[in-house]
């Protein structure tokens, strides 16, 4: 079993920038591929960014490649997100995943748990 945390997340003026963290429960967290989806009102869940387990392999979505930045501290037990140069279209709710193969597989949506997320606003 693995509980994650997200914190964070605020209220950004479009140019912004916010680093999100996912803080995991539990002693295996290391040996899980992680991810951040999003979910804005209306709008479909749509897989931002995802990380191997030991941080070497990492992929984005094309709407945050070059603006987004998934990284991890096995040590901590956390995943991070870092988001610049922020637009109003990344207003939503940011939440983490775990998923016990592939990072790749994150971004097909697979995902094995994940955390109730933390609201991203952008706005001026």
């Known amino acids: 079993q693995v509980q994650l945390v997200e914190s964070g997340g605020g209220l950004v003026q479009p140019g912004g920038s916010l680093r999100l963290s996912c803080a995991a429960s539990g002693r295996t967290f290391s040996r899980y591929a992680m991810g951040w989806f999003r979910q804005a009102p209306g709008k479909e869940r749509e897989v931002v960014a995802a990380i191997s387990w030991n941080g070497d392999t990492t992929y984005y979505a094309d709407s945050v490649k070059g603006r987004f930045t998934i990284s991890r501290d096995n040590a901590k037990n956390t995943v991070y997100l870092q988001m610049n140069s922020l637009k109003p279209e990344d207003t939503a709710v940011y939440a983490c995943?775990?998923?016990?193969?592939?990072?790749?597989?994150?971004?097909?949506?697979?995902?094995?748990?994940w955390g109730q997320g933390t609201q991203v606003t952008v706005s001026s």
């Open positions: 995943v775990a998923h016990r193969t592939t990072a790749w597989s994150i971004m097909s949506g697979a995902r094995d748990y």
